[in-house]
């Protein structure tokens, strides 16, 4: 099977599980995560009509997708992987939404592009609901008060919520976790959930599941690489 069809079985399990839930398929968003793939192995999921894709790093994507772009104008690019606050710039002249909004220095640094350039990238806040050392994202319990930084002190209008559960544990609490601090924050996009756990993210209320391997194939990389967020 190649990733085209890989995606049309992603498609119809998401149409199922989001069913079975009492969901409407339309509600949820499937991102296809392409980290680490040439521009042609995502060349067959662009002519199979998918649009929505994630990227880890800037500059791969800036390697990658703006080829794509000029063929496939109406392409949605999420960057899901860590946000350096020297590669803002660059973020927000690629990217439609932006998931790693984490902390002060890259709000500021992202309301003072959007501010010079008017280019307003969606945002989502990474909220490490592991409380993991190693991975990037705010902690829980300071979530409240940094979205309320964003908005008030920033200006940034933040539409959703993003989280990588920790390896090895089991998900379905992080993504309640995540769904909380969203109602109670008034935050309606849900980023979570991706090739082994996206039927589980559905029915606790993922917008987005961002799916990698199970359509990709599994990647070859160099060395091992940090945790990230597809």
Known sequence: ?????????????????????????ASV????????????????????????????????ALS??????EKYPDIELHLIGPLQSNKT?????????IESVDREKIAKALSEEIARTGKRPRLFVQ??????????????ESADSFLAACRDAYGLKIEGLMCVPPVGEQA???FALLADIAARNGIA???????????????LGATY????????????????????AG
């Not at 996009?189 to 029915?203: R, V, W």
């Open 1 to 25: 099977m190649g990733a085209a069809d890989r995606l049309e079985s992603t498609r119809e399990a998401i149409c199922r599980a989001a069913v079975d839930c009492g969901r409407d398929p």
């Open 29 to 60: 968003t499937l991102m296809c995560v392409t980290k680490t793939f040439p521009a042609e192995d995502v060349a067959p999921l662009l002519e199979a009509g998918h649009r929505v894709f994630g990227e880890n790093r800037v500059q791969e």
């Open 64 to 69: 990658k997708w703006p080829p794509l772009r």
């Open 89 to 97: 710039r660059e973020a927000v002249e690629l990217f439609d939404v």
């Open 127 to 140: 909220v490490n609901t592991g409380a993991e050392p190693q991975k990037a994202g705010v902690l829980p």
């Open 172 to 174: 379905s609490p992080h």
């Open 189 to 203: 996009e849900l980023s979570m959930g991706m090739s082994s756990d996206f039927e589980l993210a559905i029915q």
């Open 209 to 228: 599941v961002r799916v990698g391997s199970a359509i990709m194939g599994e990647r070859d990389y160099p060395a091992s690489p940090p945790a990230t």
